[in-house]
């Protein structure tokens, strides 16, 4: 397969599905073959075609099952190892074919599940693109994408993934981002806005100048999520594990004891052959990889099987407020007139002046006058000290824009109302040689966080806190908006790890998850049990530390993982104890003779399809 002209090797997920699927088909052609040579009379011919197909499977797994010994692993595959070896040597021939049928058969439709669970994740990493269309002067050359360096103009046509993180060059550029969020309807995105790249040109070919090279980019850092997420066991598999060898004495005693009260081997065999507890260990890791694929499909990203089950038995989330369930960018609250000036032209005037400025306020009352519908003017004889005010001409007034020192420096007389000492950032505006107006500029929670409070209590979770470096005042009020049950204000990184620990150390909040955005977030999502970051626009930190990265710019996604993880989980467990509780019941019967290998081995392989069928929903919604 190429793509982007480069050739493609099959993957080894789908060199594993057909090497099993292989396997099951010869193990069944070779059940089927001994049938039919039964029915038409040529027993032997029967006898030894069932021996054959049993031996093909023993010798790959007695290969499998030593190199597990070498490890001090002893897992399902020794049982079914006893299992069709005890046939053989018993000649129950047929037992022994549909032993190796069913385990053959088992591995094959594993690797399928495991497949189709892996969907969504694995396209994040197919679709990746391997070349760009750079221009240099008036021609357009292809180079591999790690070729592209900030400050390239690179051209995506239409239907292409966008390559690199960049800003719009062209007038406008329409994308579908709903491979990264989730969101089925096109942006359009205009001059001068950044691009992620991994989203898809959805309208006319546009071009971006690069603001970073490739291996840097936001979808690059999404890639190497992607890839660890498959690179970790949750510990409820490795005690799957545990169990099957715990599992394999007890199997041992009870064959045992059913020859040795029956004086029938046969017996044993039998116990042995529906003793194999696959739901132990086909259901948890089936379960927990779905729910890794469904976090993917709604924008969560989770490192592992590991940090899925912490996820799902969490009780305490905290959340970091700028950023997280703010916007992370200072949005115009109000105006307030101060002398003679109408509050509208005073915020015409100011984002006028600030069209100018490199300030971020100063941003905010441009974007804050346009929504209003503004009129803005072009300003002449512009002067601005950063991080101080700017002044200039507008519409012939000279205007003042800054802080209240700035303004008193040129001779304002500048006094605040005391009852807009509310936490809010100020802008204060000075008109003709009088204070205008203040500006008043807040980090807004975002829409989709109202809700995110009662989603995380529907979800299991007990306790919800703020944990912030921000004034008191300020997240005390946002924090009684959503109905917080504490909020933790002015806190320092270590302070913040503090917090974490304290609640960790109290076993009604166990597992406690971290929510932020920020490198101060990074030591805390690092020890919490599940460090969640807010993605942006390039890798940071806080990323790089956690355990999970919402890609979308919603908070409320945080209370998706938490109801997927909890729900995958269930499911796990859920299908483990009626697997595992079929199979004892299925060893019973055998033992007392009621079940025979050939039956016993048809029955596992249905307990075997049940539970992967019910790990299997947790794929769904």
Excluded at 256 to 265: E, I, K, R, V, Y
Excluded at 297 to 316: F, N, Q, S, W
Aim: aromatic share 2%; with cysteine; glycine share 10%.
């Amino acid at each position: 397969m190429s793509v982007n002209g480069t050739t493609r090797r099959p993957s080894l997920r789908s060199e594993l599905w057909t090497g099993a699927l292989l396997l099951a088909l010869t193990a069944l052609a070779g059940v089927l073959a001994g049938v039919v040579l039964h029915v038409v009379g040529e027993d032997a011919p029967a006898q030894a075609l069932w021996a054959v197909t049993t031996v093909l499977l023993v010798v790959p797994l007695s290969v499998s099952v030593a190199r597990s010994l070498l490890r001090r692993d002893i897992g399902v595959d020794a049982i079914a190892l006893v299992s069709m070896a005890g046939a053989l040597v018993l000649e129950q021939y047929l037992a022994g074919a549909v032993i190796a049928l069913m385990l053959a058969g088992g591995n094959a439709l594993e690797e399928r599940a495991n497949g189709r669970a892996r969907r969504e994740l694995t396209a994040l990493v197919e679709r990746a693109p391997r070349a760009a269309l750079v221009r240099c002067e008036d021609e357009l050359v292809e180079v591999p994408i790690d070729e592209v360096q900030p400050g390239h103009v690179v051209l995506v046509r239409a239907g292409e993934v966008v390559p690199v993180d960049g800003v719009v060059e062209t007038e406008e550029a329409v994308l579908d981002e709903s491979a990264l969020t989730g969101e089925p309807l096109p942006v359009t995105v205009h001059r001068g806005g950044q691009v992620r790249s991994g989203v898809v040109c959805a309208g006319a070919a546009f071009e971006l100048t690069a603001l970073r090279p490739a291996a840097e980019s936001a979808y690059a850092a999404l890639v190497r999520l992607v890839e660890q997420a498959g690179a970790h066991r949750a510990p409820f598999v490795r005690m799957a594990d545990r169990y099957a060898a715990f599992f394999l004495p007890v199997t041992a005693v009870v064959a045992g004891a059913a020859w040795a009260l029956s004086g029938d081997p046969v017996r044993a065999l039998a116990v042995f052959v529906v003793a194999t507890p696959c739901p132990l260990i086909l259901a948890a890791p089936i379960a927990l990889m779905s729910g890794l694929s469904r976090a993917a499909r709604a924008g969560v990203v989770v490192k592992g099987g590991a940090a899925l089950e912490r996820l799902g038995d969490a009780r305490t989330v905290l959340l970091d407020k700028t950023g997280t369930i703010t916007l992370g960018r200072p949005g115009l609250e109000r105006v307030v007139a101060l002398d003679g000036v109408s509050e509208r032209e005073t915020l015409r005037l100011a984002a006028s002046l600030d069209r100018l400025s490199a300030h971020p306020l100063g941003e905010a009352l441009v974007v804050g006058a346009e929504a209003r519908d503004l009129r803005l003017s072009r300003p002449t004889s512009v002067d601005e000290k950063f991080g101080h005010g700017i002044e200039g001409t507008v519409d012939g007034r000279q205007v003042l824009v800054g802080s209240a020192g700035w303004l008193r420096g040129h001779g304002l007389d500048v006094r605040i109302p005391p009852d807009l000492d509310d936490g809010a950032a100020k802008v204060l505006v000075g008109v003709d040689g009088v204070p205008a107006g203040v500006v008043l500029l807040e980090d807004r929670v975002r829409e989709d966080a109202e809700a995110l409070v009662p989603r995380l209590r529907a979800a299991g979770i007990r306790h919800v806190a703020i944990v912030t470096g921000d004034k008191a005042v300020v997240a005390e009020r946002i924090g009684a908006a959503l109905g917080v049950d504490r909020v933790y204000a002015e806190q320092t990184p270590e302070e913040k790890v503090e917090v974490v620990r304290a609640l960790r150390a109290r076993p009604a909040l166990r597992n406690v998850v971290m929510v932020g955005d920020g490198i101060n977030d990074a030591p805390a999502l690092a020890l919490a049990d599940v460090g969640i970051a807010m993605g942006t626009i390039g890798a940071t930190v806080s990323s790089d530390t956690a355990d999970a990265v919402v890609l979308v710019e919603r908070v409320d996604r945080v209370a998706d993982a938490v109801s997927i993880a909890r729900r995958s989980l269930g499911i796990a467990r859920q299908s483990v104890v009626l697997g595992i509780g079929a199979s004892l019941v299925a060893m019973g019967f055998a033992a007392v003779g009621l079940l025979a290998p050939v039956a016993g081995a048809l029955l596992q392989e249905a307990i075997d399809v049940g539970v992967i069928l019910n790990a299997l929903r947790a794929l769904r919604s």
